[in-house]
């Protein structure tokens, strides 16, 4: 079976505090139980989460819809974003199959980044390395206006905001992930076919403000 490896790359520094590091945990938990209906998404769909404070870490292992469990999440220290884009690309060798001569391996992985703040680290090196990996597509979602979307253009095209990091919102982008997730798993499982980028991924919600 070709898996579709999807990252989930989530801010857990100390702004996201409160309201919107619960919004995340519900998003996340409403995502998952949204994508367990869909027929297409519980054959071939794997779930990874890392988060990033003053630490990226892989809190969640490429996992099947079926076995996900949530994981508490907590918000302290600082947005260490390099980090965690070295780290999404260490896991995209070791976990995504690649295609040999004998298998047809993984789908492309799909990544989702959302963060409420600009990296504190020195992210560049972690960009770089990121960059080498190939993706169906990269989004990332700036949340609230303590974000910088010319830090995250650098990293994707495809960049979206969120005019308040609150629930509404935030739980907005996760339904708009959980439809392009379901999107991405009819066309392989169904069509054998990749999507190729941003513009094949069904239509932001009005909250979701497409970064040009």
């Known amino acids: 079976m070709r898996r579709l490896p999807v990252y989930l ?4 520094s100390g702004s996201m505090t409160g309201e919107p590091i619960e919004a995340v945990k519900n998003g996340v938990q409403v995502m998952i139980s949204a994508l367990r209906q869909n027929p297409q998404a519980i054959e071939t769909a794997f779930i990874s989460i890392i988060t990033f404070d003053s630490v990226a870490q892989q809190i969640i292992p490429l996992t099947d819809l079926a076995s996900f469990q949530m994981v508490d999440l907590r918000a302290t220290g600082t947005t260490a974003l390099g980090e965690a884009l070295k780290l999404v690309s260490n896991r995209i060798d070791y976990e995504v199959a690649k295609t040999t001569t004998e298998q ?3 789908w492309k992985p799909l990544v989702f980044i959302m963060t409420d703040g600009i990296p504190t680290d020195d992210w560049l090196p972690g960009l770089n390395e990121f ?3 190939k993706t169906a597509f990269t989004v990332a979602c700036a949340a609230g206006t303590g974000a910088d979307t010319a830090v995250l253009k650098q990293i994707t095209e495809n960049v979206v905001s969120l005019d308040t990091a609150d629930s509404a919102s935030i739980g907005k982008f996760f339904q708009w992930v959980t439809a392009s997730i379901g999107v991405s798993s009819t066309r392989v499982e169904d069509g054998g076919k990749e999507i190729q980028g941003f513009k094949e991924l069904p239509p932001p919600l009005p909250e979701l403000n497409i970064v040009i």
């Open 131 to 133: 960059k080498q990996r």
């Open 9 to 12: 790359l989530l801010d857990t």
């Open 104 to 106: 047809k391996g993984d």
